[in-house]
């Protein structure tokens, strides 16, 4: 799986994303008052400077806490304690360890060929394979940067040998990676559900028929645009193969199966779940393939441990920065700015959207989760939101963020993997960004899509 690079210093924002923060920190200090505009104004500096995301929320609350004197210093290290100190949060190692596992067991290439043997045949064949492989993957682990770091090298070089334009290859696998973390299980829920007090089972479960809408609007677009460049099939289908290929997955199949249908089922919870993950690839791994080996086991262990303490770290540094938002009384200072507005589920859920756009194009998804929960879910569930639902429309919004830059941490991944130019790995993205736009409105408009199976399902 490839790093999550959110601990290393980055180039700075360039100029114009400057201005911007810096307008927006003129409108933070205007509206809500002296000491908080040093908590943001520190925070947004660090951030243009290129310091790592959980530095710039650790340090810039530092700050705050010494300026204001609302409280001990000691504090800070309490709240951030106090941020992990939760149960549900032990599934994001295991989900990592068990993403990681499969990875380096070659349970991904079983997948991509059977893929392959699926929808091979279809017009752009390999551009739909590329989207049903991120979707079975997205069952095991959880995470973009996993499917991107994974699948990704496989699926841009079997593309790149069969023909198809780079920019095309690099962009459908970016846009399916985002899949993983809506489909369950998903890190990102964890997190959420941790910030919400919401059911992570309930999420998991309100994300699977979202990601498949992804998966369908995607597929959609790759036949638009096979039709029009010409793109011809792949392969022809072939039952032996298929049947072949089949054979050769089936128990990676089983993964997705064995967790989702645990915890729909109440068998384990998401916690168990991800051991249960773990065991099963490690099963799979050094029983079944044989293809972990002693030295692999030790870079995948370091691997994750590595990954989850960044995860942590930022979760942490950014419930400190939750907590100087809730008690300073951010939430009504956005309520009292939306004024006659804040009425409107319809308005006031644009409105969420595009601040869920704007700041995924700056921040880490597990930040913002833990920033933006305390002040966005209130002001949703005034006008009858369910906070289930708005966990799907929350990460999705985050998802389609991490296509974009400045941060745009999956294309930076791809970008890495591929030997394709950041630039060509955006401009390659651009078109996939209609369909999810596309999803995002169905879901935000049509709740039945997200909140149809928990339903069902717990209530």
Request: hydrophobic letters at 60%; charged letters at 10%; aromatic letters at 8%.
């Amino acid at each position: 799986m490839a790093r999550l690079s959110v601990m290393r210093w980055h180039k700075p924002i360039v100029t114009p994303t400057l201005s911007a923060l810096a307008v927006l920190g003129c409108v933070i200090l205007a509206v809500m008052g002296h000491y908080l505009s040093f908590l943001f104004f520190s925070l947004f500096t660090m951030l243009v400077l290129g310091v790592p995301i959980a530095i710039s929320l650790a340090g810039s609350c530092l700050i705050f806490v010494l300026i204001s004197g609302q409280v001990p210093n000691i504090v800070v290290a309490h709240r951030m304690i106090n941020g992990i100190d939760s149960f549900p949060l032990l599934a994001i190692p295991f989900f990592i360890f068990a993403g990681s596992l499969m990875n380096n067991a070659g349970i991904t290439e079983r997948i991509f060929n059977f893929a392959k043997a699926l929808m091979g045949w279809m017009r752009g064949g390999l551009g739909h394979v590329n989207v049903g492989a991120s979707i079975v993957f997205s069952g095991m682990s959880g995470a973009a940067v996993a499917d991107a770091g994974g699948l990704g090298m496989i699926e841009v070089k079997a593309m790149k040998d069969a023909g198809y334009d780079e920019e095309f290859a690099v962009g459908i696998t970016a846009a399916s990676s985002t899949i993983g973390p809506i489909i369950p299980p998903s890190l990102p829920m964890v997190i959420y559900g941790v910030m919400a007090s919401a059911s992570v089972g309930q999420l998991f479960a309100a994300g699977l028929l979202p990601g498949l809408l992804m998966g369908a609007m995607l597929m959609l677009m790759i036949f638009l645009i096979a039709r029009r460049r010409g793109y011809q099939r792949d392969t022809t289908f072939s039952v032996r193969v298929l049947g072949h290929t089949f054979g050769r997955a089936l128990l990676s199949l089983m993964t997705p199966v064995i967790i989702v249908g645990g915890i729909i089922t109440g068998a384990f919870t998401p916690t168990e779940a991800a051991v249960a993950a773990v065991f099963y690839a490690l099963f799979l791994g050094v029983v079944v393939y044989r293809t972990l080996t002693w030295r692999k086991l030790l870079k995948v262990s370091m691997e994750t441990i590595e990954t989850t303490a960044v995860i942590l770290f930022i979760v942490a540094a950014a419930s400190i920065f939750a907590w100087i938002l809730t008690s300073n009384q951010v939430t009504q200072h956005v309520i009292a700015l939306m004024g006659p507005f804040s009425d409107s589920k319809v308005v006031v859920l644009m409105m969420a959207n595009l601040v869920l756009i704007i700041v995924g194009c700056f921040m880490e998804t597990i930040a913002a989760i833990t920033i933006l929960v305390p002040v966005l879910l209130p002001l949703v569930m005034a006008v009858g939101v369910d906070p289930v639902h708005f966990g799907v429309i929350m990460v999705l919004n985050l998802m389609i963020g991490l296509l974009t830059p400045p941060v745009g941490m999956v294309l930076y991944v791809l970008s890495r993997v591929s030997n394709v130019s950041f630039e060509r790995c955006m401009r390659g993205t651009i078109p996939f960004l209609i369909p999810l736009v596309i999803c995002l409105l169905l879901v935000t408009f049509v709740p039945a899509i997200s909140m149809w199976l928990p339903t069902l399902v717990y209530r």
